[in-house]
């Protein structure tokens, strides 16, 4: 049957109305299938579309806050090293280490305060000027964190509310070395606020959360900020953790939020710390739109089925319905390139040179920086692979004459060998660079920085410290020449001086001259004890002075020092009481230079006390078995201030225009030699009108027992 007649008989069988339904039908059947197949689509690319934003920002996030904690802890690596090469002799309590302290939070954004805690556990030193050291941080989680420690790690506190301010901060600290003793823990304070402010300025989306939280599910910081929450432990996030646990990323598209919507969760574990950040979008805002989209196309959809008049209504808002998703997708895009592009900038503005290479040596991550420091070529690209750029640098003769046999291969292999790492290089062109390496997951991270200025500084300070030194001995040695020199012509003015006062070649017929050469006797002794001071002080300062050692009963010491002084307590109306220990005991010293020690606290505290004032000399041994002299009185006192003027050579306690009394000012700087000469150690406690009291501890290993008869033998 030929074409046209096989046509003549369809049309006669298929009535018009049967052609209406069959089309119609096939059309519903198949704008149906198109609309279920498009809404499918839709809703797997929003779906998609919604886990690259929340894997974007938690990427971002987790770079921001692992940036603020690295800050931090180079700020308290910073604090160690330079207190073990720039300042390795000061004390940590010296007022060069609080400016150091200081200067190091001016240039840290992140870090509130930086303070220094001893051994016991007492805050020394802080680089805040409103808050004096001596807080007792024994207890503390940051300070005992470091107690069984063998490597110096970071530790990362919980949330806690700072005590002044009220607001919720971190505590960050290490532990401080100086060699490989520890001398002390180096703590920072964190605001919480610093993660929250980061939070907002990267959540580009409603309906978001996001949390920074530690492996045990307690909150550090939150956007939406809730302040209720931080620092408890949130069950929401148990699954999440689970999971961080067995890998370091992902996405849960099904949690359950504190409000109990089901949730889009982003996480990601930040390396090398017990934290992981989550970032959470409800899923209903998430698939708000689809919804919609959904709605309009059922609507079309009955409309299209009901008549076939709306058909071609129906296509158009079908093209105008696709060009909005395509509109969505081109401000995705854009969005993913503006937020690559910040990342990009923040590298670039890093102040430091950085780069990444992934597990096969390429260059997956790098800033100007980076090409700068080590001169490399200025078209360096991510196509570019570590072995080319060790086989360029080792042919430019970059690393000298150091490890010449090493090939690039070698080179190669030990980048990715040893990590973390950190070692100084100095290049061509005469910079010393600082090269920090770690492991990250995938690769290999390395930070550059320049520290030329910094080596030339501590070359000066050491060529001025050795300078410093010279100028000290040399003074310490003029002081004991000259002394010697005048002792001499001054023993033979004092025994003139004595034998015209006593008259043995005749008397005088003037009185007043009499009265001349007694002036003349006093004062040549005065000047005498203070040239004794003056050399004594120089063998101190020059380490020369020279202890002879034997036993040394308590008794007659203090009887002996009482004797001595009684008759100048009593002209200043002084109360002066020696209370000997209830059972005598005998220590190893130098008698002459444990006398000296008490006669200079005696003297002094009889010279700064009112008239009627009372002072306590005593003996005793502590728990410890180390021996205790201790001289009490209720004079005038000293003040911090006055106190460390008193204990430099030469100085006094007060003022030179309002001090009362005369004084060389080596009195208590000698004691002090001639204790820490025994190994023992001198402690002063004094309040300004309260009186002071000062004790002298000798190491227990020089207390004696059993020496009653050769105590009886000596009395």
């Known amino acids: 049957m030929r074409l046209s007649e096989r046509f003549t008989a369809m049309r006669r069988w298929a009535r018009p109305q049967h052609v209406v339904i069959a089309l119609s039908s096939l059309l519903v059947l198949a704008y149906g299938a198109s609309t279920y197949l498009t809404l499918e689509r839709s809703h797997h690319q929003t779906m998609l579309d919604a886990v690259t934003t929340v894997e974007s920002m938690t990427r971002s996030i ?12 180079m700020t308290l690596l910073g604090v160690s090293q330079m207190l073990e090469q720039v300042l390795p002799d000061r004390q940590l309590g010296d007022p060069s280490v609080k400016q150091l302290l200081r200067q190091l939070n001016d240039q840290n954004l992140v870090v509130r305060n930086l303070f220094i805690v001893d051994n ?138 504190v409000d109990g919507q089901e949730q889009l969760t982003s996480f990601r574990r930040i390396p ?36 076939a008049s709306i058909l071609t209504t129906l296509v158009v808002r079908g093209l105008n319905r696709q060009q909005q998703i395509t509109a969505g997708l081109r401000t995705s895009e854009d969005q993913i390139k503006r937020q690559s592009a910040l990342l990009q900038l923040t590298l670039e503005n890093m102040g430091e040179g950085l780069s ?14 980076f090409v700068e420091l080590l001169d490399l070529p200025k078209d360096l690209g991510n196509a570019t692979s570590l072995y080319e750029i060790l086989e360029f640098q080792l042919t430019r003769g970059d690393f000298g004459n ?82 010697h020199e005048l002792r001499t012509p001054l023993n033979a003015i004092i025994g003139f001086s004595e034998l015209l006062g006593c008259e043995h070649l005749g008397p005088m017929r003037n009185a007043r001259y009499l009265e001349y050469a007694h002036d003349i006797h006093s004062s040549g002794h005065h000047l005498l004890s203070i040239i004794n001071d003056v050399l004594d002080m120089s063998k101190i300062e020059a380490g020369k002075l020279e202890i002879q050692e034997a036993d040394v009963a308590t008794g007659p010491l203090l009887g ?45 505290a009889i010279k700064f006390s009112n008239e009627g004032g009372r002072v306590v000399l005593d003996a005793a041994l502590d728990e410890a078995g ?90």
């Open 560 to 604: 002996a020092v009482t004797r001595m002084v009684r008759e100048r307590a009593r002209q200043a109306h002084v109360d002066l009481v020696a209370d000997p220990p209830a059972q005598e005991f005998v220590f190893w010293a130098d008698q002459r230079a444990m006398r000296q020690c008490l006669l200079n606290l005696v003297s002094n």
């Open 62 to 73: 987790e770079i921001g806050a692992n940036r603020a904690i690295f800050e931090a802890d």
């Open 120 to 257: 016991t556990g007492r805050e020394v030193n802080n680089a805040n000027s409103t808050s004096g050291p001596g807080q007792d941080d024994s207890r503390q989680p940051f300070f005992t964190a470091h107690e069984d420690e063998i490597l110096p790690a970071l530790y990362i506190g919980p949330p806690a509310r700072n005590p002044l301010t009220g607001t919720w901060t971190i505590m960050l600290s290490r532990p401080l070395l100086r060699g490989e003793k520890r001398i002390g823990v180096v703590a920072a304070e964190i605001p919480i606020s610093i993660f929250a402010n980061f939070f907002k300025s990267v959540v580009t989306t409603n309906a978001t959360q996001v949390a920074l939280v530690f492996d045990d599910g307690t909150l550090v910081a939150s956007d939406p900020h809730q302040e209720e929450l931080i620092g408890r432990k949130l069950s929401s996030v148990g699954r999440i953790l689970g999971r961080a646990k067995a890998q370091p990323s992902g996405v849960d598209h099904h949690t359950t939020g």
């Open 356 to 369: 990444v290479f992934d597990r096969d040596g390429r260059l997956v991550i790098f800033n100007s920086r």
């Open 626 to 715: 180390r021996v205790v002299l201790s001289v009490t009185d209720n004079g005038i006192g000293m003040s911090p201030a006055d106190l460390e003027r008193a204990l430099q050579p030469f100085g006094q306690a007060q003022a030179a225009t309002t001090r009362a009394q005369g004084g060389t000012g080596l009195g208590l700087p000698i004691t002090k030699g001639l204790v820490e000469a025994h190994g023992g150690t001198l402690e002063i406690s004094s309040n300004p009108g309260r009186g002071t009291r000062i004790r002298i501890i000798l190491p227990a290993e020089r207390t004696r027992t059993n020496h009653e008869p050769k105590i009886a033998a000596q009395a």
């Open 272 to 307: 090398g710390r017990s934290m992981v950040i989550t970032v959470s979008r409800d899923r209903g805002a998430i698939l708000a739109r689809w919804w919609q989209e959904y709605t309009a196309s059922i609507a079309a959809f009955i409309l299209f089925a009901i008549t």
């Open 402 to 483: 150091s490890e010449p046999d090493i090939g690039v291969q070698e080179r190669f292999d030990r980048m990715f060998r040893d990590l973390p790492v950190v070692r100084e290089r100095t290049t061509l062109a005469g910079r010393t660079l600082l090269i920090r390496r770690q492991a990250m997951p995938g690769g290999v991270v390395s930070l550059y920085s320049d520290i030329t200025e910094r080596k030339a500084a501590e070359q000066r300070m050491a060529q001025a410290w050795a300078q410093a030194e010279l100028a000290n001995r040399a003074k310490s040695d003029f002081l004991a020449n000259m002394s």
